[in-house]
């Protein structure tokens, strides 16, 4: 069973667009939620995080709003730019438990 | 400060042979993952270690994966007869401190033929 799904599989933006991506996930003890971004050749870096003591985290271009009770987050870009263009992974985990779940994953195209 | 380190960053193999990857993690770091990730699909853990011991290996397959990491330090992941669908790129993270952020290395991309 799939604990954190991404949605949309893909997005393409134009340059100064916000870019909206969407998580969901299944074990309700979940309770701390990074993002990763990943370019090609790389390993997945730690963009922005959120526990589920709060319902919204900003860093910048970067804002997450979680829903506790939907158990959905998403990940906002405002004023995308083409150096944004990657994959962008979200993941969850219970702290009592170090094992992370990642979501398949959310590939952006930023178009200059 | 450096990062985490792995070795090599490509390996290409026919099946049946065998490979081994090598993870040097963030110095201090007590905590190391092995994530699989095939191609267009997120990480997904494959066993970690706090300090030498392991924690969770029930993701790996232990017929023919094995890891280890003897000094609580680099740890070494090896695949004894590889198989087409082993096909992906194997990452390392690490974690210290208590501290949720994990740390990944650039991982190694494998290709079986």
């Known amino acids: 069973q799939q604990q954190v799904r991404q949605s949309p599989q893909s997005l393409t933006v134009w340059e100064g667009e916000t870019a909206i991506l969407n998580c969901s996930y299944e074990?309700?003890?979940?309770?701390?939620f990074p993002w990763y971004q990943q370019f090609p050749g790389e390993g997945p870096a730690l963009l922005i995080s959120?526990?589920?003591?709060?319902d919204k985290k900003e860093d910048g271009r970067f804002t997450i709003f979680f829903n506790k009770r939907e158990k959905k987050l998403s990940l906002h870009i405002t004023d995308s730019q083409p150096g944004d263009s990657a994959t962008y992974f979200c993941a969850a985990r219970n702290t009592g438990y170090q094992n992370f779940y990642f979501g398949k994953g959310t590939s952006l195209t930023v178009i200059p | 400060e450096a990062g985490v380190t792995q070795s090599p960053r490509y390996a290409v193999l026919q099946e049946g042979q065998a490979v081994s990857f090598w993870c040097d993690p963030i110095?201090?770091?007590?905590?190391l993952y092995w994530y699989q990730q095939p191609r267009d699909q997120g990480p997904q853990l494959l066993v970690y270690f706090r300090d030498e011991a392991v924690i969770d290996n029930s993701q790996l397959p232990s017929d023919r994966f094995s890891a280890v990491r003897p000094k609580g330090t680099n740890s070494t992941l090896k695949i004894q007869s590889a198989k087409q669908g082993d096909t992906a790129t194997y990452l390392c993270a690490s974690s210290g401190g208590g501290q949720d952020t994990q740390y990944f290395g650039p991982g190694t991309r494998l290709l079986v033929l």
């Open positions: 110095s201090g770091h007590d905590t």
């Open positions: 959120i526990r589920s003591v709060s």
């Open positions: 074990d309700s003890t979940f309770n701390y």
